[in-house]
Structures are given as C-alpha cells and as structure tokens.
C-alpha cells in the first residue's frame, strides 16, 4: 500500500540558507547514487526541509536510505490529498490491520502550510475515524500504535514506521582524511568521521582487507584505497601529503599517537569499550 517514502535531516538546519542548499544537493546526490547502484526505481521530489521517494519498494528504499549519512529518519508512507475526510478514510485503510478491539492507538499529525484546519483537527478527525470502525481504545502515552500523519502543503502522508538514521553530514561535504584501516577500532574511527561528511582516503594491509566493504556500504561512490601494508607514523604523513589530505585518522589513543605535522583525529579516545563494542556490533550488522 506504501508509495512513498519520506526522508528527513535535521543538522543541515543549523546551517546558513546557502550552506543549507548545497548540503542539501549533496545529501541527494549521495541518495541518488546508492539507490541507482542497488538499482532501485524511485523518484526524487525535494521540498524545503523534506526529501520525499516515490517507489514502487518504499519499506526496503527507507530501510537503505536511513544508512546515509545526513539523514536522521526514514518513513515508507502512502501519498493522499490533503482533504480531512480523505486523510482519515486513507489512514483508516493503512492502518486498520494493525488495529484491533483489543489494542490501543494514538494519532499525531503534523502540518506545513496554510490550511483551513489545524494538525489537531486532524488527529482528532483521523482518531474518530479508526475508533469507532475498529472498536480501539485510545492510549496517548503508551499506544501499541502510532498512526502520524504529515501534511505538507497539498500533500498528506500517512505512515506508521520510523527507522532511525544515522544522522551527521552528508558524505563529501567536509575536508579529506586519510584513515589507517588495519583492525575494527580503525574501522569505527573512519565511518565516525565520515559520519561528520569527510571524504576519506583508505590505507590497509592484506589482513585488513574486507573492512573498506563495510565503509564502502555509506558512500554512493568508489572509496580511494591504498593497499601499503602497515606504514609508520611518518610514512602515513607523507602518504597523507601527497594525497593533499588535511588530517590523519585512526582508532590510536592519543598518547600513542607521535607529534606529527598533520593533525591526527583519534574520535574513539573519549568512548567506553561498551559503547564502541556496540557501535562496532552495528557496522558489522550493515555488512554480511
């Protein structure tokens, strides 16, 4: 029944109008290229503050979709237009096999534009709607399910799902780093600076090998490798040079690290074992 998919970012927001629009084409971009890769069909329609899919497989586009950097949540969701007796006979229809006598609901709607009734109206149109054809009780505080209904201008979505995203910036929108990838720590340490919209530069040995395919599932593009083994602090730096990087990054603590010409980013240093475990535990899962 979901034709739609909505695709949300949040930290673009806090940047200037300008900033915010080439953010914003990257972040698009960078969508465009690891759906046509996976070779999805889809349609992009971008609104301000919004990005919306149109696809024929809205739940497997949005569950690929949140893995890209920038995008905070993803929502496969069914397109309607925005009438008030239509929104509730269309989230009625969406929503009734997930309802029944015997569960509980609740309706949040939000809304952009200049309507003629309020995102209350909706809820509680929407909420008559499902109570009284499904015989379910409403529960505001802990629902067994979220019926959230968005509308956008002359658009209404109707969607029960949330997938988290994993947020940050779009890929490609800061520095270049050049990362040494030779265990899981290095791993987690690059996928967290490209998780801040760094392009990185690749360096492993032999044993190191399959873990660039886990970095290379968040990037629509070809990451640049360099297979050279282990390199000494020194060697990285004028590898790093030469490749006009502006940093180095590593899962080293910072006292292992030696005084180089380069700043070196070590993002794990402040982390417990628990959380980078956990965080490791999730790169693993995107890859199998």
């Known amino acids: 029944m979901n034709d739609s998919v909505i695709v949300r970012y949040g930290e673009i927001f806090l940047k200037s109008e300008y ?3 080439k953010f914003t084409e990257r972040l698009v971009g960078n969508i465009k290229g690891i759906l046509d890769g996976e070779e999805f069909d889809y349609k992009v329609v971008l609104r301000r503050h919004r990005c919306y899919l149109k696809t024929c497989s809205p739940s497997e586009v949005a569950l690929r979709v949140c893995r890209v950097f920038g995008v905070t949540s993803t929502s496969p969701a069914l397109e309607t237009i925005v009438d008030l007796n239509v929104i509730a006979e269309t989230a009625l229809s969406y929503s009734k096999e997930k309802i029944s006598k015997d569960s509980s609901f609740a309706v949040r709607a939000k809304k952009t534009g200049k309507q003629s009734f309020s995102s209350k109206d909706v809820e509680v149109v929407v909420g ?40 940050g910036l779009p890929y490609g929108t800061q520095g270049r780093l050049l990362a040494q990838v030779y265990s899981e720590r290095d791993l987690l340490a690059a996928w ?23 970095l290379s599932y968040f990037t629509p593009q070809t990451l640049d490798y360099l297979e050279s083994g282990v390199l000494s602090p ?4 004028e590898v790093a040079q030469s490749k006009r990087c502006l940093g180095i990054v590593s899962g080293l603590d910072p006292e292992n690290v030696r005084k180089l010409e380069l700043p070196h980013y070590t993002p794990l240093a402040c982390l417990s074992d628990e959380i980078v ?12």
């Open 234 to 237: 020194e060697k990285l730096v």
């Open 192 to 214: 967290m600076l490209m998780r801040r919209g760094c392009e990185i530069l690749l360096v492993y040995d032999s044993k190191s090998l399959g873990l660039h395919e886990t």
């Open 277 to 288: 475990s956990g965080k490791i535990n999730f790169l693993r899962s995107c890859v199998k």
């Open 19 to 21: 900033v915010r629009k």
């Open 128 to 167: 008559d709607a499902i109570r009284e054809a499904c015989g379910a009780r409403v529960d505001l505080t802990h629902p067994d399910t979220t019926v959230y209904i968005e509308v956008y201008g002359d658009k209404a979505f109707v969607f029960t799902d949330k997938f988290a995203g994993v947020g």
